[in-house]
């Protein structure tokens, strides 16, 4: 329901007599009717009030009924702890405003049951004999004509004043009511509702309620969509024999959530497979025995598995009939084959340590399930390599692979970079415009690194793309549909980053339909000691001399090591060794002094590796100096990081050996 919708079912109560309401009540009480005219009693309320006649409310009942049972209540409230949940911000924001202001904020649940209750301390004790309290029964059916009750049952905000309630007893009272609805379903499966004594009446109480109400609403979609998120990780992970079979899943609602694996003639076949589309009724009490009784006919599952989180039933994967199955082999070296678009050389991900061979499996799943990846790890882990797994697993070969840093385009050119530019669009703009990152990416995958560095003012636009599946480029109005598959990466905690303001909640959800936490290597064994034989390899290679061989010492030293810098510093240290070493045997001394745990000084460290090499000593610092210059195309930063030593130092020993950038 849109904003303007709600502001049209806005109750206007502004013309209230109290003296020609109350006279209406009495003569409707009398005979059933109560037509004074048009602007005696609102049309909404003299419906309810004949829906509580035709109920068999008594009028002269003095409060509603009450839940007595408290495990009943108990049960109650737990049934309905999604909504009290999504209420409890707006609730929170409210209360300092409500205490010593005569009024109450309720929460009822879609049975007119009020489930909770704050504000003025007096107005609730007031509350406690009406039972307008947790545990009462607002319904028509209990206590006739009322904010919670009449809303409940119209679907529509109620503002009941005074001798506008049906029964006598609460006609001391005011309020003033707002269904909350379903974010998908849009059933109403809630009321918020404004209470207190007549004085507060005031026409905008039914505006507040509104906002709260909407509040609620928003706020339960952000859950859904995290319960979804999670409900989708969980079954993804749950069983490595079934990654390939047609699956649907359905939420504990019956929607569908995700499918895979079904052919096009399948999908025009059977059109309930649609994303959204509520495939089964509620499946809390619904026996797995059952649930293929309520499949279309041209829809036959032959598993079914249920899927829980922390312990509680919340969803089904039903495994479909026609099934086709792909193999992963997980070893120590995941090969990711080179693509013809890609200009990247073949890599590979090393290792076996549990929590690696996790990732990767985890990988090979989302390039099969078709859904936004977030990669999660530390500086120098290796995400990218992740990113291009996902890509090589993809079933066009020709599929592009367009990698974007975040974080390293400036916040007034990243729109222009991601959606493109029409010609004119801005100083410098070429002529005809430009295609951006995500026409680049269209049938393959776009993959933004940093993206917990993307600008917030430019988050909305990049969740409207994913949502939408099309872009509009910078200063144009046609819309470009692009089919992209999204992996993003961090090495920030996005959920700290959306409590600070800085990250937009909803696009989080959007790019973390699956999370691929990659490990940091001091928690990966003796992967470390695979990738420095990788890594030698590699080197070897690329010098064309023979493979250097690290001491046990060596190694020791290595896998006590906490690397910070992660792989990539491992990759600096064996690429140093081959640097500076001519002996083919790299010990414990010569490795950085940060590894050998010697803090003496790193102006030391390079006269310290090469004590003991035959020749003369400033030539064979020159000259590894040189071979490093050689490497690093000349980055001086990486040159010293290789080196061991700082930037100064660096530019002091290329003066003393005249080595020159260039």
Request: aromatic share 6%; hydrophobic share 40%.
């Amino acid at each position: 329901m849109t904003n303007s919708e709600r502001a049209e079912q806005m109750p206007d109560n502004s013309s209230y007599s109290d003296h020609d309401t109350r006279d209406a009540w009495e003569r409707f009480m009398a005979s059933g009717q109560a037509d004074l005219g048009p602007s005696s009693v609102r049309e909404e309320i003299l419906q309810s009030w004949r829906r509580s006649k035709d109920l068999g409310v008594d009028a002269a009942v003095q409060a509603s009924r009450k839940i007595a049972d408290e495990n009943e209540l108990h049960l109650r409230r737990e049934r309905n702890m999604a909504l009290r949940k999504a209420a409890s911000a707006a609730f929170l924001r409210l209360e300092p405003h409500l205490k010593d202001a005569n009024t109450i904020l309720i929460l009822a649940d879609d049975q007119g049951i009020i489930i909770d209750a704050i504000g003025d301390d007096l107005v609730l004790d007031e509350g406690q004999d009406i039972h307008l309290e947790v545990g009462g029964d607002w319904t028509e059916e209990a206590i006739g004509t009322n904010g919670i009750g009449t809303a409940l049952r119209t679907g529509r905000p109620a503002y009941v004043h005074a001798a506008e309630h049906f029964v006598e007893g609460v006609q001391e009272w005011t309020c003033a009511g707002a269904p909350v609805r379903d974010p998908i379903t849009q059933a109403v499966i809630g009321v918020v509702d404004l209470s207190g004594p007549p004085q507060i009446f005031r026409q905008h109480n039914v505006a507040l309620v509104l906002a709260a109400a909407r509040e609620i609403e928003i706020a339960l979609a952000e859950q859904q969509q995290e319960e979804r998120t999670r409900l989708l990780e969980a079954f993804l992970v749950s069983d490595f024999s079934r990654v390939n079979e047609s699956v649907v899943l359905v939420d504990l609602n019956g929607r569908i959530l995700f499918r895979r694996g079904l052919d096009d003639e399948t999908l025009i076949r059977a059109k309930e497979l649609s994303i959204g589309h509520r495939l089964l009724p509620k499946l809390e009490g619904l026996a797995d025995r059952d649930i293929p009784k309520h499949l279309p006919t041209n829809v036959e599952a032959k598993g079914i598995e249920r899927l829980q989180l922390e312990g509680v039933y919340r969803g089904a994967a039903l495994f479909l009939k026609g099934s086709r199955r792909l193999k992963l082999n997980a070893g120590a070296v995941c090969r990711i084959k080179p693509r013809a678009n890609v200009a990247e050389d073949p890599v590979q991900i090393v290792g076996s340590s549990p929590k690696m061979l996790d990732a990767i499996e985890l990988a090979v799943r989302a390039a099969q399930a078709n859904i936004s990846v977030l990669i999660h790890g530390e500086t120098g882990v290796g995400k990218e390599l992740f990113a291009r797994l996902i890509h090589s697993r993809l079933a066009d070969d020709n599929a592009p692979y367009v990698p974007v840093n975040c974080a390293a385009i400036s916040s007034d050119l990243i729109g222009a970079e991601l959606f493109g530019y029409a010609e004119g669009a801005f100083t410098g703009a070429v002529r005809g415009g430009r295609a951006g990152k995500f026409e680049m990416a269209d049938k393959g995958v776009l993959c933004l690194d940093e993206i917990g560095d993307m600008p917030i003012e430019l988050q909305p636009y990049l969740l409207r793309a994913l949502e939408q599946r099309a872009i509009y480029r910078v200063g144009d109005t046609q819309r470009r549909p692009v089919d992209v598959r999204l992996v993003a990466m961090t090495n920030r905690n996005l959920r700290q980053e959306i409590d600070k303001g800085n990250f937009r909640r909803d696009l989080f959800y959007r790019i973390s339909v699956m999370t691929i936490h990659v490990p940091p290597l001091r928690d990966r064994g003796k992967d470390i000691l695979a990738l420095l034989d990788h890594f030698s390899e590699l080197f070897a290679t690329e010098t064309g001399r023979p493979q250097m061989a690290f001491t046990d010492a060596a190694r020791a030293l290595l896998l006590d090591y906490d690397w910070p810098g992660n792989v990539r510093e491992l990759r600096n240290v064996v690429q140093r060794a081959y640097l500076v070493k001519s002996d083919g045997v790299v010990t414990d001394r010569d490795l950085p002094p940060e590894i050998q745990g010697d803090c003496e000084g790193e102006e030391e460290s390079l006269d310290r590796i090469l004590k003991g090499h035959s020749g003369n000593l400033e030539s064979i610092e020159a000259s590894a100096i040189r071979r490093a210059m050689l490497a690093e195309n000349g980055n001086l930063t990486r040159v010293s990081a290789v080196l061991g030593i700082s930037r100064p130092t660096l530019y002091r020993k290329m003066k003393q050996y005249r080595i020159r950038k260039d």
